[in-house]
């Protein structure tokens, strides 16, 4: 979605994991759930969501990403 923004994004062996702000409840909810049906990830973790952060309106979130053994080789 528009509204996700990425403050980092770390790649780590088959791991990627990524840091940012969506705008919305929903926005983040939509982004999740197109990476969960993406083909080229294994599975997705979200470590953390916090909301009013202290850098100004959203949601602030950090997840990691597994990568499938295919798109690792791409």
């Given at each position: 979605?528009?509204?996700v923004?990425?403050?980092?994004?770390?790649?780590?062996?088959?791991?990627?994991?990524?840091a940012?702000?969506?705008?919305s409840e929903?926005?983040?909810?939509?982004f999740?759930n197109?990476?969960?049906?993406?083909?080229?990830?294994?599975?997705?973790?979200?470590?953390?969501?916090?909301?009013?952060?202290?850098?100004?309106?959203?949601?602030?979130f950090?997840?990691?990403?597994?990568?499938?053994?295919?798109s690792h080789?791409?």
């Amino acid at each position: 979605p528009l509204e996700v923004t990425f403050s980092s994004i770390e790649l780590t062996g088959t791991d990627m994991k990524l840091a940012g702000r969506a705008g919305s409840e929903a926005g983040l909810r939509t982004f999740l759930n197109k990476l969960k049906q993406e083909k080229l990830f294994a599975g997705v973790s979200v470590s953390q969501i916090t909301s009013n952060g202290e850098t100004g309106p959203g949601i602030e979130f950090k997840l990691t990403v597994r990568l499938t053994e295919t798109s690792h080789a791409l």
